[in-house]
């Protein structure tokens, strides 16, 4: 893991010490069967859920040129980013760091008839890497990537990367505020635990105008999540794995659930921006 990189603007500064906020106790994590941050790979894998009419996805698909173009997708996962574009996008790069997501895109890739590239590691890691070796740049017409700037305290060379690797745009999706806030009721009631509430969307949009870059700002409905996400069994291991929780309190967490259903957001920001920043 790289070391972390210290902000050049007073929007990154910010960005930073607020997701630095929701370090959880190490106590608490000494308990975790699984880690807190880790995801599910069914939780992102292409399926009859998918809407690719969605306008997250035209917003990527309208930037691609007519005859088809090329996608880089940062932080992949099963691909529900960046197949549906398809067959205006006639390749993809899926970058990720965990390889059961890498295989989950290029199955689902290979099923969309679309032409694909693997690259494991993280983001802007990968990037870096290539340049000091003087390889070949992971590059594309454009660069999309979806739920992922939550995970992101070092988000300008993020950010600076993702805009370099994109050749015509960049378009990013994410919830208004941390996707973690939706178990922020858990934590109170298993751990008497308080969590933060920022940063906000709003707040990367600072980051990128810092940077000089000036997105466009859309808000839309958020498209459905995969059938594993909404299957009350794989809500019960997912708050059990956020929330630090051991298996056997899996009744204890369905009845919670019952009555507490996470607070899943039901719009998503996008921001999209020109590529090729220098």
């Known amino acids: 893991m790289t070391e972390p990189v210290e902000p050049l603007t007073e929007a990154g500064r910010y960005w930073a010490e607020q997701l630095r906020a929701w370090a959880i106790p190490d106590e608490i994590v000494a308990q975790a069967e699984v880690p807190p941050w880790a995801h599910d790979p069914k939780t992102f894998a292409v399926d009859d859920t998918l809407d690719a009419s969605s306008p997250i996805f035209e917003m990527a698909r309208e930037l691609l040129p007519p005859g088809g173009g090329s996608v880089i997708d940062i932080g992949c996962g099963g691909g529900r980013s960046s197949i ?3 067959p205006r996008a006639t390749h993809i790069t899926g970058v990720d760091e965990n390889p059961a997501m890498l295989e989950r895109f290029a199955a689902a890739a290979d ?3 679309v032409g694909h590239r693997q690259i494991r590691g993280r983001w802007p890691d990968v990037y870096v890497e290539a340049e000091l070796r003087g390889e070949p740049l992971p590059t594309a017409d454009v660069a999309v990537c979806h739920h992922v700037l939550f995970n992101v305290p070092d988000i300008e060379p993020f950010v600076v990367a993702l805009t370099a690797a994109a050749r015509l745009g960049v378009v990013v999706v ?4 941390h996707p973690l806030s939706a178990w922020n009721e858990g934590w109170l009631h298993f751990w008497n635990l ?3 509430t920022g940063p906000t969307a709003n707040d990367a949009a600072a980051v990128l105008c810092a940077l000089g870059i000036t997105p466009e700002v859309v808000v839309v409905p958020r498209p459905p999540l995969s059938r594993h996400a909404e ?3 794989g809500l019960v291991e ?3 794995r956020r929330l ?7 009744a204890e967490i369905e009845a919670w659930l019952a009555d507490h259903p996470p607070s899943f957001m039901r719009e998503v920001v996008v921001l999209r921006w020109p590529g090729g920043l220098s």
């Open 84 to 86: 549906p574009p398809a």
């Open 111 to 113: 099923a969309a008839g």
């Open 174 to 177: 994410m919830p208004e505020r």
């Open 194 to 196: 308080n969590r933060p």
């Open 231 to 233: 299957d009350p069994k």
């Open 238 to 240: 997912s708050a059990r």
């Open 244 to 250: 630090c929780l051991s298996s056997d309190r899996d």
